[in-house]
């Protein structure tokens, strides 16, 4: 009975470090997908600042 108790804690810590580094993957890839949002949001706001104003065209009827 002893040895099925060891495998199984052998095979939990085995099981434990997988879902910890998949929750690290998933955590870090969030980051990095929210990162780039906001880096695109920015970059965006940038270009259309830096565009030269154009004349209030009169709107067509």
């Given at each position: 009975?002893?040895?099925f108790w060891t495998e199984n804690a052998a095979n939990a810590e085995i099981v434990m470090q997988?879902?910890?580094v998949v929750l690290k993957l998933l955590i870090?890839?969030?980051c990095y997908y929210i990162t780039k949002d906001i880096l695109m949001a920015e970059y965006?706001?940038?270009r259309k600042n830096n565009m030269p104003k154009k004349e209030k065209e009169p709107p067509t009827v």
């Open positions: 009975m002893t040895t997988v879902l910890f870090t890839g969030g965006l706001q940038k």
